[in-house]
């Protein structure tokens, strides 16, 4: 997909560092910081969109709206920070998923039109500041839209959003109150490790050793053809 303004709508992308894993404070003062960048990065978009294209927006615009009379009403939702693995850790013999996935520095915030999820943003601190540098991922806003209804605040569970970058794969991490973690995929890792969906459509919370081996399988693969 193209980029629009200089800012890169982001697909898979290249792997981050990893940070260190972060307390709690740790992570309310960064979701303060990056929450201001991606307002401010919205509002900036919206301008320079208008600016750009007036009411009619091109073809594969990264966020899912109408037509430009729409961008006014855009707003930034809920946060949420970007957890990984790297290949190293998959490929040991004590690979635990939720054990070793830590955060990559990395934000997404949901833009919405009203109620409606149309889009990401995706904050991450560029010399020392925290920056909003991609827009998109509309299919994605709405796959997180629907699991947070069904396993977030209102079953009280922890959710964590997992990427494994090398096997172009996305997850969220479900852990109810009292409970264990498991994991539903998202649709790049169900077209991507080829699992199966309920008849319904609906995610299936699946244990983390369950996906190890098509983790495996899809790194091996990928790391391979970039040889």
């Known amino acids: 997909m193209a980029a629009w303004l200089g800012l890169a709508v982001l697909a898979g992308g290249s ?34 969109s208008g600016q ?7 073809e594969g615009f990264p966020l899912e709206v109408a037509d430009g009379r729409a961008l006014a009403s855009l707003r930034v939702g809920a946060g ?10 998959l490929l040991a013999n004590d690979a635990d998923l939720s054990r070793q ?10 833009v919405y039109q009203q109620q409606r999820p149309v889009g990401l943003v995706t904050v991450e601190k560029v010399a020392g500041r925290w920056q909003a540098v991609s827009y998109g991922a509309a299919g994605l806003a709405k796959d997180l839209e629907s699991l947070r209804a069904a396993y977030g605040d209102g079953c009280q569970a922890v959710t964590r959003f997992l990427r494994v970058y090398q096997a172009q794969s996305d ?8 409970g264990k973690p498991r994991f539903a995929a998202l649709t790049s890792a169900n077209a991507s490790l ?7 459509g609906g995610a299936v919370l699946l244990d983390g050793a369950q996906l190890l081996e098509p983790l495996r399988a899809a790194v091996r693969s990928n790391l391979s053809s970039w040889r």
């Open 80 to 89: 949420f920070p970007v957890y990984s693995v790297t290949p190293q850790q």
């Open 194 to 200: 080829q699992l199966q969906r309920q008849a319904d």
């Open 171 to 178: 997850f969220l991490e479900v852990t109810p109150a009292g």
């Open 101 to 110: 996935m830590a955060p990559t520095g990395a934000w997404r915030f949901t």
């Open 15 to 48: 792997a981050p560092v990893h940070a260190a894993s972060l307390s709690a404070a740790q992570l309310g003062e960064q979701q303060t910081g990056a929450a201001a960048a991606a307002r401010q990065g919205l509002a900036a978009f919206v301008r320079q």
């Open 52 to 58: 750009a294209f007036g009411n009619r927006l091109p």
